[in-house]
């Protein structure tokens, strides 16, 4: 089990989770976050005084698949976060231990997502 | 500028002819005629503070409609809209609206002040009076446009279309509708008291003109073309500018008898709330058909559509009709809304509230006018239901087409103007960021958007002030983690 932790730009959102629902990856969470990279800041000013705000806000997305599902996830991120330009965000991939429904009590990895393989998995 | 005074029926002749020589006497002491015109010029301009105040009404409006990251730019829209328009209208609009001339428009009155000649008469404070009140309908009409075009105008693109707005495109009209000009001279006159047509649908026509230029926002309609909401950050600011609008429209439709003769003001108040009152009731019964639920912003939207749909009326129909004409308006702001934003991204509804609120309601004239006011008044015929036939309504219908096609074709035509020349719209980047930031650098809402964190500290952190402080041990000892 990986877990999936991206910061990407906000209008990256709306695509990748479209196209992570239509594979079967409905699970997931998101934060708004701020956060600095090599991105510039913004100058504001308030009549008349300066200040840069170098934190700029970001989507944090976490997602936890089974690791033959992983390359899936991040290559859907990558697809859509992508314009080229300093600011795009970055992935990060998590081991994760193990996983419990709260619902049922059951564990591993039959608990994440709904796609079809762990469905079968889960049935067999 | 007597004239038209006395086309709009504002005066009664007589108060007309004692006016005349107020100012001669003057010297003497206050008479009876200087008094009439001093009471008349009073209510006129408590009238032009109530319209200004629709300014703020206007502001809150859309600012409520908008994304917080649009909210603060709704301000310096306004304001510099505002300003704009108030220079032009003085140097060159008053002039073309009302300062006499043929059917087209007028030739007198530039650069108004005391003592210009205004349409072979020079210019008394009772002049001056209806110079900044009619103003305040120019600058309305202006707010008007810019409802359709939130949230992705180019704040630079705003400048010349408003000088152009109040210099020329709504002067014309005005001149037409308020100022003796062509509206005088279809049928038996067309009736728009306080300009359902020359106000209204003059700035919604432009609006149109502005959001077909523009497109739609990012992220309004999907890849299959169906819309979605994109809903505005704060509805009790939306509110807030439904109320202030409302208050507003008793001296935009309530002053525009532009005195107290007869205590017909009083009359034109009371209607203008009925009719505010039947656009609400009308939104919320629709709405609640058609969308199954009270949805706010509907039932706001059905005040403002009232009260567009009473404006011209409001000197010409009895009580009992205002609440019909309102209810109307409101049944047909909510289905337009509805109809209008599956092809045209209109945030606030502008183009129904006023636009198609303004049609109605001017035609509104042609089936509920009565014959007493229509006399009173002296323009135009009573309408069907007192079996005045169709002249009257087809009268008006002229009115709105001519208003619609004229201010269309001047308005695309310089909004396309502008924008292949300057660009009307800002960029991808800038409209993801909002425009509070990208075009006047600053946020409306600065702690939403800038962490604390970039706040505090920057005169050295905690260490330079503050000793650090003992770690308490029992923190440790007792987490609860």
Not at chain 1, 93 to 119: F, K
Not at chain 2, 236 to 246: A, Q, S
Not at chain 2, 368 to 386: D, H, M
Request: contains cysteine; hydrophobic residues 50%.
């Amino acid at each position: 089990m990986k877990m999936v932790v991206a910061y990407i730009r906000h209008e990256a959102f709306e695509p990748i989770r479209t196209e992570l629902l239509s594979l079967g990856f409905p699970s997931l969470s998101i934060s708004e976050v701020k956060g600095s990279g090599r991105q510039k800041g913004i100058t504001e000013r308030y009549r008349g005084a300066e200040l840069t705000n170098y934190l700029r806000p970001k989507v944090k997305i976490e997602c936890v698949v089974a690791t033959k599902d992983l390359m899936t996830i991040v290559d859907t991120i990558l697809k859509h976060g992508r314009t080229g330009a300093v600011g795009d965000g970055k992935v990060f991939v998590l081991p994760v231990e193990e996983a419990y429904r709260i619902r049922t009590g059951e564990s591993g990895e039959e608990t994440l997502q709904a796609h079809p393989d762990a469905a079968t998995a889960a049935a067999g | 500028m007597r004239r038209t005074i006395l086309v709009r029926g504002a005066l009664t002749a007589i108060v007309g002819l004692l006016a005349l020589p107020a100012a001669a006497l003057a010297q003497d002491g206050p008479t009876l005629e200087t008094l009439v015109s001093e009471v008349n010029v009073t209510w006129v301009l408590v009238g032009t503070v109530l319209v200004f105040f629709m300014q703020a009404g206007f502001a809150f409006l859309e600012i409520g409609f908008s994304r917080g990251k649009n909210a603060g730019m709704g301000i310096a829209k306004i304001l510099v809209n505002f300003s704009i328009a108030s220079v032009v209208w003085w140097a060159v609009g008053f002039g073309i609206a009302f300062g006499g001339g043929g059917w087209f428009a007028g030739n007198s009155g530039w650069l108004f002040q005391f003592g210009t000649s205004v349409d072979g008469a020079a210019a008394t404070g009772e002049t001056a009076s209806f110079f900044i009140f009619q103003f305040m309908f120019c600058a309305v009409s202006l707010a008007i446009v810019w409802g359709t075009t939130l949230e992705r105008m180019k704040f630079s693109a705003y400048v010349p279309f408003a000088i152009v707005f109040a210099g020329f495109i709504y002067p014309l009209i005005a001149h037409w509708g308020f100022g003796g000009g062509l509206f005088a001279e279809i049928g038996s006159g067309v009736q728009d008291f306080a300009g359902s047509s020359v106000v209204h649908l003059t700035g919604a026509t432009a609006a149109l003109a502005a959001v077909i230029l523009l497109g739609p926002r990012k992220g309004k309609y999907g890849v299959d073309g169906k819309p979605r909401a994109i809903p505005g950050h704060n509805m009790p600011l939306f509110g807030l500018g439904v109320l202030i609008l409302w208050l507003g429209w008793f001296g935009f439709n309530g002053a525009s008898t532009l005195g107290t003769a007869d205590n017909r003001f009083a009359e034109v108040i009371a209607v203008t709330n009925l009719g505010a009152a039947g656009g609400v009731i009308g939104a919320m019964i629709i709405g609640r058909l058609m969308q199954r639920t009270l949805d706010i912003g509907m039932i706001g939207n059905g005040a403002i559509a009232g009260l567009v749909s009473i404006t011209a009326p409001s000197g010409y129909v009895e009580f009992w009709a205002a609440p019909i004409i309102g209810l109307v308006g409101g049944l047909l702001v909510v289905a337009c809304v509805l109809a209008i934003e599956k092809k045209l991204d209109d945030p606030v509804g502008a183009l129904s509230a006023h636009g198609v609120a303004g049609i109605w309601g001017t035609l509104a004239c042609g089936i509920f006018t009565s014959p007493r006011l229509a006399e009173y008044v002296g323009i135009g015929e009573e309408g069907l239901v007192y079996g005045g036939g169709v002249g009257q309504l087809g009268t008006q219908a002229a009115a709105v087409g001519l208003t619609f096609m004229t201010v269309f074709l001047l308005s695309f035509g310089t909004l396309a103007a502008i924008k292949h020349t300057m660009g009307i719209r800002v960029g991808e980047e800038e409209e993801d960021a909002g425009l509070d930031i990208s075009e006047h650098g600053m946020y409306g809402y600065p702690e939403q958007f800038i962490p604390s964190a970039e706040l505090i500290g920057y005169s050295g952190g905690p260490s330079s002030t503050v000793p650090p402080a003992p770690v308490p041990a029992l923190a440790t000892k007792e987490s609860p983690a």
